[in-house]
């Protein structure tokens, strides 16, 4: 594997970790451990700035190149991950605090 090979499976890591992160944070949500659940996206979000830097150098790496850009079905792939594990998390973190939100005040309408 070289050495853009290697950077685009750690964007594929960072992002399938960030994701795995982000849906565990919504089971926390079943179990009403909202503490927890916005911990773990606190955790989804760092690997979230591992892939968009790594993609940063990726993107940086190619402009500083002349000639024309190849981007193959290994990088497009990274993009795929990448940008559904944001959107999944970005989803799941509105979840979070939705039903934190209505959790409250049914307990507080039955206090």
């Given at each position: 594997?070289?050495?853009?090979?290697?950077?685009?499976?750690?964007?594929?890591?960072?992002?399938?970790?960030?994701?795995?992160?982000?849906?565990?944070?919504?089971?926390?949500?079943?179990?009403?451990?909202?503490?927890?659940?916005?911990?773990?996206?606190?955790?989804?979000?760092?690997l979230?700035?591992?892939?968009?830097?790594?993609?940063?150098?990726?993107?940086?790496?190619?402009?500083?190149?002349?000639?024309?850009?190849?981007?193959?079905?290994?990088?497009?792939?990274?993009?795929?991950?990448?940008?559904?594990?944001?959107?999944?998390?970005?989803?799941?973190?509105?979840?979070?605090?939705?039903?934190?939100?209505?959790?409250?005040?049914?307990n507080?309408?039955?206090?």
């Amino acid at each position: 594997m070289n050495e853009n090979e290697l950077a685009i499976v750690k964007i594929i890591s960072s992002s399938g970790e960030n994701k795995a992160k982000a849906f565990e944070a919504l089971k926390c949500v079943k179990t009403k451990e909202f503490n927890k659940a916005r911990e773990l996206i606190k955790e989804s979000r760092h690997l979230d700035l591992e892939a968009h830097n790594m993609q940063t150098q990726w993107i940086q790496q190619e402009m500083s190149q002349e000639g024309e850009s190849v981007v193959g079905m290994l990088m497009v792939h990274a993009q795929d991950h990448y940008m559904t594990s944001q959107l999944a998390r970005d989803l799941i973190e509105e979840l979070v605090e939705v039903f934190d939100h209505l959790f409250s005040k049914v307990n507080d309408t039955l206090n």
